[in-house]
């Protein structure tokens, strides 16, 4: 085991039984299984940002939910600095859900509109009995409120959520998770509601806890060009599955998966562009609940030929740190 | 006939603090058929502004002036039962963050159909029949209108809501970050469908989104918005090309370009002026890079610098060009 790296991941799986968790379904007898991360390995290094990309509903939030323990693992196995997290003593534990902090993806449903901003920042500190002195929490939270760009701090300590705009909530729940100085971090889309100025702040100092802490994070977005930017390596996901996994500018100027391509061809660029026609993939995603044979992007796929549908192909090293789950990587 | 004049527009909040004056003297118009793209920083009163146009403002957030025409119809002088029935069928809304406004216990269709039967006084049967149609509309399957809102992705819970938002025909369509976390792919989608119906139903849209490249490939103006006034306004080659806003300007070097050096550009300095204080001369000095002492004491008014490009700033006409 490589022991610079911070996060292991071999095979999760996520499955969702839905009929239990749904009054309205118990009519149908059998079991719903939903597979939300179906079979998902990567690490991540000391310091490195892997960027997760993909679909809405392709299993990038559970995967981040099932690395900190917020989501069941159906199967497969999570190593935290080479321990595996499972079935861990007490204080492993403890010591995991302090360093490991996720920043939710919605702040419209993940921070309590009951609690003043002061509060809702300070939550981790009481939770994991940091703070001695009133004075030393409220200072904690201005320091976290500050560098997530939301100054004049005094201007929000005592506001409630319904009091702020929609890039105010994202900074809220972004100091929230901070404010522990976690070296691990899911980061869920933490900047997709803030304008481009206060986003690259804010992807500054993440950057700079990188570099001067080592601060390790798997960062989930669905902009491709922020992905390239920001991360070490790029992961592209489709239905519960990694389709490939490389570096940013190989990703983005040398996809080798149809889907990747697909993805990189309709990325929005700033300026005046002829409005080129956007394509689009044929066809919806398939249900996660349908049983696929083959390939998971065969329905989609424009160079599809009989071997997709039947055999799934295999997350392969087609060069170097480059790795492709198609049948034709090689021939693209 | 302009489809929608807002004119010095001001909506407050009131607070324990005193008034904040989040949206301050905005003025825009969208024609029949017109997309208007609304940018700015977080917090400047995008919201606020999409808020006061369709009248959902909370109860401590009240218009102190301004109108906001609907084809001469001012809708601050409507009362809250004329708002009602115009509300949806005039001017209908996208909320931000609304993938998560859907009843998880009731159906999606039901949902839709509610909807319809309340402002468009139809039967159930009709209004689910409304429903299947706004469905294939947004390019989903009819038959999904039987499903919760559990068995969507984010994707599609978000195109129900523009279905939903469609219900009533309205002649304006607000989206409020409409796009915001959904991957390129349904983006693309949305945004075709946006466009599509703003050409077929002479909508108009206004589209409220960080994503400068998103209101490049899709609206035909935008408006750059910074503490609660309109700055900039203009087509996208005004905006883009001749930019005469050093906050548009700032704003629009803070966006990565892959294909060039991977840099991170820098942020702008400095934070927003608080809005429940008066502000001294133009809002942006204490953070612009091109202010000078009459900045500093006179409030620049909007100047016209040729067909429909305007911008609030003294020194407007010497904002550099290159990116
Ligand atoms: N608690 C749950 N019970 C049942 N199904 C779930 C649950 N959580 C997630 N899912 C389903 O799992 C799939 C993956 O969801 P997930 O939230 O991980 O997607 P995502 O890639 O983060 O999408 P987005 O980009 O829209 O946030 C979806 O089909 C979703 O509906
Ligand atoms: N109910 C309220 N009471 C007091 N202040 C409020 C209230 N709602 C919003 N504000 C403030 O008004 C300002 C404008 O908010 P608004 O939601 O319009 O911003 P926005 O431009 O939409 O920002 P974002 O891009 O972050 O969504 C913000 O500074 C916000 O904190
Ligand atoms: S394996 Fe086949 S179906 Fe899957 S992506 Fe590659 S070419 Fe397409
Ligand atoms: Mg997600
Ligand atoms: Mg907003």
Not at chain 1, 16 to 22: A, C, E, N, T, V
Not at chain 1, 93 to 115: C, H, L, T
Not at chain 1, 123 to 144: M, Q, S, Y
Not at chain 2, 66 to 95: P, Y
């Amino acid at each position: 085991m490589n022991n610079n790296n911070v996060i292991d991941i071999k095979d999760i799986k996520v499955h969702f039984d839905i009929k239990r968790s749904l009054a309205q379904d118990i009519i149908r007898k059998n079991k719903i299984i939903l597979k939300a991360v179906d079979g998902v390995s990567f690490s991540i290094g000391k310091g490195e940002i892997l960027s997760l990309v993909g679909e809405s509903g392709s299993g990038k939030t559970t995967t981040g939910k099932a690395i900190l323990q917020l989501a069941p693992l159906t199967a497969g196995s999570v190593d935290f600095l080479g321990e595996e997290v499972r079935q861990k003593d007490k204080a492993f534990m403890k010591r995991f859900r302090q360093n490991a902090q996720m920043i939710f993806q919605d702040p419209y449903q993940s921070i309590n509109p009951r609690n003043i901003v002061l509060d809702i920042v300070a939550e981790p500190l009481d939770v994991h009995g940091l703070v001695k002195t009133e004075a030393e929490r409220e200072e904690k939270v201005r320091i976290a409120l500050e560098q997530a760009g939301m100054g004049p701090v005094e201007e929000y300590l005592y506001r409630y959520p319904h009091e702020l705009s929609g890039g105010q909530r994202q900074r809220v729940v972004l100091a929230s998770s901070m404010i522990l100085e976690p070296t691990f971090v899911v980061a869920d889309e933490p900047v997709s509601m803030l304008d481009a100025s206060i986003r690259t702040g804010i992807l500054r100092l993440l950057l700079e806890l990188r570099d001067k802490k080592e601060l390790s994070y798997l960062f989930i977005t669905h902009d491709l060009s922020l992905a390239w930017l920001i991360s070490d390596r790029i992961a592209i996901m489709y239905l519960g599955k990694i389709m490939e996994i490389g570096k940013p500018d190989l990703i983005i100027h040398k996809g080798a998966h149809p889907y990747t391509r697909a993805l990189t061809a309709i990325m929005p660029q700033p300026g005046v562009n002829k409005r080129t026609e956007r394509v689009i993939l044929p066809g919806e995603t398939p249900s996660p609940i349908e049983e696929l044979k083959g390939c998971k992007f065969s329905t989609r796929c424009p160079i599809a030929k009989d071997i997709c549908k039947e055999i799934e192909p295999l997350l392969e090293e087609i060069e170097r740190g480059h790795f492709v789950a198609c049948h034709f990587a090689k021939e693209i | 006939m302009t489809l929608l004049e807002v004119k010095n527009l001001k909506t407050y909040f009131d607070t324990s603090k005193g008034l904040y004056k989040a949206v301050d003297g905005t003025s825009f118009d969208l024609d029949y058929g017109e997309a208007l793209g609304l940018v700015g920083e977080s917090g400047c009163g995008k919201t606020t502004c999409a808020l006061s146009i369709t009248r959902l403002l909370p109860k401590e957030g009240k218009i102190h002036g301004g109108e906001i025409l609907l084809e001469k119809t001012d809708l601050v002088k409507l009362n809250d039962n004329e708002i009602r029935s115009r509300r949806w069928k005039d001017v209908s809304i996208i909320f931000q963050g609304s993938m998560n406004a859907l009843n998880p216990v009731m159906k999606v269709g039901d949902q839709i159909a509610e909807a319809v039967i309340l402002h468009e006084k139809a039967s159930k049967k009709e209004a689910l029949k409304r429903a299947e149609e706004l469905f294939e509309l947004v390019e989903m399957p009819s038959k999904r209108i039987n499903n919760y809102p559990h068995e969507f992705s984010g994707g599609m819970k978000q195109r129900a809501m523009i279905a939903m938002a469609l219900a009533c025909n309205p002649k304006v369509i607000i989206g409020d970050e409409p796009t915001t976390a959904l991957d390129v792919m349904v983006q693309a989608q949305i945004l075709n469908l946006l466009e599509k119906l703003r050409k077929e139903l002479k909508m108009g849209l206004i589209l409220i989104t960080h994503d400068l490249s998103i209101l490049a490939e899709t609206c035909d103006k935008i408006a750059v918005m910074y503490a609660g006034k309109i700055v900039e306004i203009g087509t996208i080659e005004d905006i883009f090309e001749k930019t005469a806003h050093p906050y548009t300007q700032r704003l629009i070097s803070c966006f990565p370009n892959v294909g060039k050096e991977k840099i991170l550009p820098p942020a702008i300095e400095g934070v927003p002026p608080n809005l429940l204080e008066p502000i001294k001369g133009c809002s942006f000095y204490p953070r612009c890079h091109m202010g000078i002492p009459i900045c500093l004491e006179v409030e620049p008014e909007s100047r016209g610098l040729g067909g429909k490009h305007f911008a609030a700033c003294h020194r407007s006409g010497e904002v550099s060009h290159e990116q």
